[in-house]
């Protein structure tokens, strides 16, 4: 759509005002607007289908409204969601819409009501948080039924500043991101302030490294600033392997520019107009977003030669990845930019010193990136006023597993395990307990239920033998074998390990075997002794923090769940019902009903019985007329243990040992 | 480059500032195992056998010292404490299972008191993933004919999609530097030829002139020759016949001098 508009050359303020006017027209129309989550997660859940179903109906009725696109609006446990926004109303947010609700949904907003067993959430104002300011929607509170969003748990204690765009506006139109104060902090930063001002201004912030380590941000910049060299560059890592996480993602295709102008202004900072953004080719949208934000960018002048008439010139590559989780680290990312194989190298010498092709470079994570505007359009001591006495600012957590809200959701910094897991995710489904919470990716430790009330930051992560990692964080419940969880960290750790080191590349293996030895029961004591040694030896003497981090999984969950790996070592027992190996599945039959389920269920038909009265009740004219039943029962020794009469079983006469 | 001053094992030395530690350690006497090192290439880091302790005031950790750039005073390294032992000894036990045959691996560990691993010895391999065939190939000799191939456990060495290398010369560099011997330049003088192992790739040898031993590859020479230009004519015969030849000279022209005078 945005490339039907003329754009000119953007070279003063004035210029920018007049391409958020247009943004500010397209994000608030004088028409129904209504808006359709298709990040990559929404056309997952068939947000395409829906947004389709919305423009055929609107077209039928001849109804004043629009259909238009946005991304991620965070809550995944509801999507495909739908924003809809009614001039002079609030704005009112639905989730779990089909095709098959979208009549119920115009009928609602025709007859001016809302359909409420869709709504999740109202907003009557809309903060535009670079500039700190509102767009008023609603003059007075309509739709008071549907809660705001501040009174919706699921958002009450989020603040999204990474995120301030995704979901709002349509990632594909630079004038909406302008429409919400975006390239403003640029043109302050370029017009107004020296490049060590700058530093100073994300030093005093306190802003960390998203990616992981939590590496202070201002110090990175003055030190590759101070670094001798005429040619530096800046980078954004968009590598994002973790399994379970998808905030970076969910950054990039929601507001690329939010990240753009973020590593121009770190360019800008650092003394170079050279960037790269490495992007994972498994997130083929997110590319395509930047693609198209990079060249709209370009056609406005805020890419190019002498941006706003300041002298200053920037260029942006994207380089591709092939999906090596390794690659993620800094000097295995840049060895893949130059086009060798995605391996880190030692880094006494610092990246900032001797990065990509031996210059200064500095590189940032996605989310580290989107900051920046914010930190210059607010301040530092506005940043720094959010979140915890370390680790300022917010965080982007991608909440999954067992919980019943799952979601990208931005958090400040500081805010408790237990507000998020039970506030925020509201809780862990079907009454069952809660068990631990994985924090930090594959290499992040797993937390147990005494820790629900640690402060999330990148201190007091560590400090219980986890980590900050990108912000990935998967609940697990009871039902979750500890030792099993270790060894599917492991096993995705060995494969992506890139080989290099011997600890990282033969200590991770071992570990897997070990583990896996420990699930089938065929572990002894020593094993576990061996299975420490060899953690302690890779978290030692890795190459690169991959590798350092890689034994987390085990070393966190035989910390707080030894006596898991006990049971499994000496009592061939998994308390959880997990590993396969260890458990047995036997009907009691004094409890057995005889209704057959468990037979009819059973895949490998390794269960036998007489459908009937049970034996108790029966009569003896039952046992003359053949309508008395025999109790089932299961033959072991073709029993594949898959679970499924133990779940079908209507009276819990099936026991898992 | 200012001089650095600080002790291994007790004893003062010194380095020009960024020496890499294992150099300036071997430089002065002491020893330190390792497999991925080599004096003509850059450090690599891969083995992690070069471990060593060092305290810098209140820190204390442990280092792999052939990647380690020497640039604070002062730091105390250690080559043999009993930490240091034991990480050694943890990543031999590794390398161990993975090369239960190979005689090198095997005395290395025997050195560090191992005489076995407690993990199943179950490696069918010679190849410790060192890097110094791939890293002389493309770094030294300039030609790139094989390369790390897979991730983690699945790394190998490997020419493109296994194949007989269509670029190697057939040099045997990477044979030259192999610790283990899992890579070797096996040369027939019946047919002529010069086998990679175990890449597979065989080359034609050139016979010298004089004595007709195979003495260098075709593609060798070709490369050479190339790289060597108008001086590519020393490259005439074996070095054997190459060295008998000068040294007639250097005697026929001793003889004229000193029968002249």
């Known amino acids: 759509m945005s490339e039907s508009v003329q754009t000119r050359v953007i070279r003063a303020l004035a210029d920018l005002e007049q391409v958020a006017q247009i943004g500010r027209q397209r994000l608030y129309p004088q028409c129904i607007k209504l808006k359709v989550g298709l990040g990559t997660c929404g056309i997952a859940a068939g947000a395409v289908r829906l947004r389709e179903a919305l423009e055929t109906e609107v077209r039928k009725r001849g109804l004043d409204a629009e259909v238009s696109a946005t991304t991620c609006i965070g809550f995944c446990q509801r999507e495909p969601l739908v924003d809809v926004q009614v001039p002079g109303r609030s704005r009112v947010l639905y989730g779990d819409m089909t095709p098959d609700s979208v009549g119920d949904l115009l009928d609602a907003i025709e007859r001016g009501e809302v359909l409420s067993e869709h709504a999740i959430a109202r907003a009557d104002a809309d903060d535009e948080l670079v500039s700190g300011t509102q767009y008023q929607l609603a003059t007075e509170v309509t739709e008071e039924d549907v809660p705001s969003f501040a009174g919706c748990p699921f958002y009450a204690s989020q603040l999204r500043v990474a995120t301030r765009n995704c979901g709002v506006i349509d990632s594909d139109s630079i004038e909406e991101y302008v429409g919400r104060g975006g390239y403003r902090a640029l043109y302050t930063a370029l017009t107004e302030c020296a490049p060590e001002q700058i530093i100073q201004i994300i030093t005093d912030s306190g802003l960390r490294g998203r990616g992981g380590g939590g590496f202070p941000t201002g110090r990175k910049w003055a030190s590759c600033r101070s670094a001798r060299g005429d040619t530096k560059y800046v980078v954004c890592n968009a590598d994002e392997g973790d399994p379970g996480a998808y905030m970076d993602r969910s950054v990039l295709e929601g507001d690329p520019h939010g990240v753009l102008e973020g590593l121009m202004i770190g360019g800008y900072a650092i003394g170079t107009g050279e960037a790269f953004i490495y992007v994972r080719e498994e997130y ?118 067992k919980v019943k809200n799952t979601g990208l959701v931005e958090v400040p910094m500081g805010i408790t395990l237990r507000e998020i897991i039970y506030d925020i995710g509201g809780g862990i489904p079907g009454d069952k307990e809660f068990k631990a919470v994985q924090t930090g990716g594959p290499s992040g430790g797993c937390i147990p239920a005494d820790h629900l009330d640690l402060e999330v930051d990148f201190d007091r992560l560590s400090e219980v033998g986890s980590m900050m990692g990108s912000g990935g964080m998967i609940v697990m419940d009871e039902d979750s074998c500890m030792v099993d969880v270790a060894r599917y960290f492991l096993n995705f750790l060995r494969e992506e390990s ?54 987390n999984p085990v070393l966190s969950t035989i910390r707080y769940f030894r006596d898991e790996y006990e049971a499994h070592i000496r009592d061939k027992r ?80 099936v026991q898992r040992t | 480059m200012p001089t650095i001053h600080f002790t291994i094992d007790g004893k003062k030395v010194s380095c020009e500032r960024d020496s890499m530690l294992l150099d300036v350690a071997l430089a002065n006497g002491f020893e330190i195992p390792a497999l991925c090192h080599h004096e003509a290439q850059p450090p690599y880091g891969a083995c992690r056998l070069c471990l060593v302790e ?149 080359h034609r040898l050139v016979a010298c002139p004089e004595c007709g031993r195979g003495f260098v590859t075709e593609r060798q020479l070709a490369h050479l020759k190339e790289q060597l230009g108008p001086r590519s004519d020393i490259l005439q015969g074996c070095p054997v016949c190459r060295g008998r030849r000068q040294a007639a000279e250097l005697r026929r022209a001793y003889l004229t001098m000193t029968s002249g005078t």
């Not at chain 1, 030895?517 to 302690?536: N, P, Q, S, T, V």
């Not at chain 2, 730091?75 to 590794?94: A, F, G, H, P």
């Not at chain 2, 390369?147 to 456990?153: A, E, I, L, N, Q």
Request: proline share 5%.
């Open chain 1, 284 to 401: 083929p949208l997110a590319r395509r977003k930047l693609t198209r934000a990079i060249r709209q960018a370009e056609q406005y002048g805020l890419i190019g030669e002498d941006i706003f008439g300041t002298g200053f010139d920037f260029h942006v590559k994207i380089a591709r990845g092939g999906g090596a989780f390794v690659c993620g680290e800094s000097t295995a990312l840049m060895a893949s930019i130059e086009g060798h194989v995605g391996e880190p190298r030692a880094k006494h010498i610092h990246t900032v010193e001797s990065g990509l092709w031996d210059k200064p470079t500095t590189l940032n994570n996605v989310e580290t990136w989107a900051n920046v505007p914010v930190i210059i359009g607010r301040g530092a001591d506005w940043f720094a006023s959010i979140g915890s006495e370390g680790s300022k600012g917010t965080k982007v957590f991608s909440l999954v597993g």
């Open chain 1, 498 to 551: 890139c080989g290099k080191c011997t600890p990282c590349r033969e200590g991770n293996q071992r570990m897997f075997e070990i583990l896996d030895k420990i699930c089938r029961g065929e572990a002894r004591e020593e094993d576990l002794e061996l299975l420490e040694d060899i953690a302690d030896v890779v978290k030692t003497t890795s190459l690169c923090a991959l590798g350092k981090s890689a034994p």
């Open chain 1, 574 to 653: 998994c308390p959880a019902g997990v590993c396969k190996a260890l458990v047995t599945y036997s009907i009691d039959p004094e409890a057995c009903i005889c209704c057959g389920r468990c037979a009819a269920d059973c895949p490998v038909e390794c269960i036998s019985g007489k459908k009937g009265k049970p034996p108790a009740k029966a009569t003896d004219k039952d046992r003359e007329e053949g309508k008395a039943g025999e109790p089932f029962r299961i033959h072991a020794e073709a029993c594949i243990k898959c679970g499924s009469c133990y779940e079908v079983c209507p009276v819990g006469a």
């Open chain 2, 54 to 202: 060092i305290t810098q005031g209140r820190r204390n950790w442990i280092e792999a010292s052939c990647t380690y750039p020497v640039r604070d005073e002062g730091i105390e390294v250690r080559t043999n404490s009993e930490k240091v032992q034991r990480y050694r000894r943890l990543n031999m036990e590794m390398l161990l299972a993975r090369c239960p045959e190979s005689e090198k691996v095997r005395q290395m560990a025997r050195q560090l008191g191992l005489e076995r691993t407690r993990l199943p010895e179950d490696g069918d391999t010679e190849c410790v993933l060192c890097g110094l065939c791939v890293n002389v190939c493309s770094d030294v000799v300039g030609v790139g004919a094989i390369s790390f191939v897979g991730r983690g456990s699945e790394r190998r060495v490997d020419t493109p999609f296994g194949d007989p290398s269509d670029v190697c010369i057939g040099c045997g560099a990477c044979a030259e530097v192999c610790p283990t011997g899992y890579v070797s330049a096996v040369d027939n003088e019946e047919s002529m030829t010069r086998e990679i192992r175990p890449f597979h790739t065989e």
